[in-house]
């Protein structure tokens, strides 16, 4: 495990004529999305899904801000026509501007993280082969539904993002993404008076649907480094 990692100064802002690397350089005719990834001395890959809105940017923001001085930290984004998710991590300075690549997918969301998943493998690849071994990478899918998956091809675990401004009833309704993600993060609980959403609906809902599998509550506006999530990476990763 890295343990000494340093940005060596201030990193640098994103600036006029930045254009994010283009990573689908070559194809995976051979993957099966379906097929786990293959265990080694590798990065631990985990997968941030969830839908529009609900705060998968600003966690990997904050994710960024928790581990990335003692992490070799990369992220791959995903949006369909543009890279505004990697352009919001450059413009908040989390991350050094090649520790991260954006991915235009020019599809529905639920197929470059799910069933053709090359596009996203390369970006991976890419950071691997220009930065060198890596400790975590964080790879943020485009807004999708509750419905939402990653390939077990690409990432390891996965976490589903939803918040409380669609109501309290948004665990009771279910979806994959609530159901069987690794974690479940309910988001903006900052505004749950605001928007008439009761906390303890959310938790026992999310219960009923989940089982054993873990939820953990969070604001961003009153944690910046959302330190329940980054606690649960740093969980998985080996020891230090």
């Given at each position: 495990?890295?343990l000494?990692?340093?940005t060596?100064?201030?990193?640098?802002?994103?600036?006029?004529?930045?254009?994010?690397?283009?990573?689908?350089?070559h194809?995976h005719?051979?993957?099966?999305?379906?097929q786990?990834l293959?265990?080694g001395?590798?990065?631990l890959?985990?997968?941030?899904?969830?839908?529009?809105?609900?705060?998968?940017?600003?966690?990997v923001?904050?994710?960024?801000?928790?581990l990335g001085?003692?992490?070799?930290?990369?992220?791959?984004?995903?949006?369909?026509?543009?890279?505004?998710?990697?352009?919001?991590l450059?413009?908040?300075?989390?991350?050094p501007?090649?520790?991260i690549?954006?991915?235009?997918?020019?599809c529905?969301p639920h197929t470059?993280?799910r069933?053709?998943?090359?596009?996203?493998?390369?970006?991976?690849e890419?950071?691997?082969?220009?930065?060198?071994p890596?400790?975590?990478?964080?790879?943020?899918?485009?807004g999708?539904?509750?419905?939402?998956?990653?390939?077990?091809?690409l990432?390891?675990?996965?976490i589903?993002?939803?918040?409380?401004?669609?109501?309290?009833?948004v665990p009771r309704?279910?979806g994959?993404?609530?159901?069987?993600a690794?974690?479940?993060?309910?988001?903006?609980?900052?505004?749950?008076p605001?928007v008439?959403?009761?906390?303890?609906?959310?938790?026992?809902?999310?219960?009923e649907r989940?089982?054993?599998?873990?939820?953990?509550?969070?604001?961003?506006?009153?944690?910046?480094?959302?330190t329940?999530v980054?606690?649960?990476?740093s969980?998985?990763?080996p020891?230090?």
């Open positions: 495990m890295h000494d990692h340093s060596g100064g201030a990193w640098p802002r994103p600036s006029d004529n930045y254009v994010p690397p283009t990573p689908h350089t194809p005719p051979d993957q099966d999305p379906h786990a293959a265990a001395p590798r990065a890959r985990i997968g941030i899904g969830g839908p529009v809105g609900s705060g998968k940017t600003a966690l923001a904050a994710l960024c801000r928790a001085e003692q992490l070799r930290l990369a992220v791959v984004t995903n949006d369909i026509y543009t890279t505004e998710d990697a352009d919001f450059l413009r908040n300075g989390v991350l501007a090649e520790r690549r954006a991915v235009e997918t020019g529905c470059a993280i069933d053709d998943i090359s596009a996203n493998l390369d970006a991976v890419d950071l691997e082969a220009t930065l060198g890596l400790d975590l990478v964080l790879v943020e899918s485009g999708d539904n509750l419905t939402a998956t990653f390939s077990k091809g990432i390891d675990k996965q589903f993002v939803v918040d409380v401004a669609g109501g309290d009833k309704k279910g994959p993404g609530v159901t069987a690794d974690l479940l993060v309910i988001n903006k609980t900052d505004l749950a605001l008439g959403a009761d906390l303890a609906v959310m938790e026992h809902d999310a219960k989940r089982g054993d599998l873990p939820t953990v509550f969070v604001s961003l506006v009153d944690d910046r480094n959302a329940a980054a606690d649960w990476i969980a998985l990763l020891p230090r």
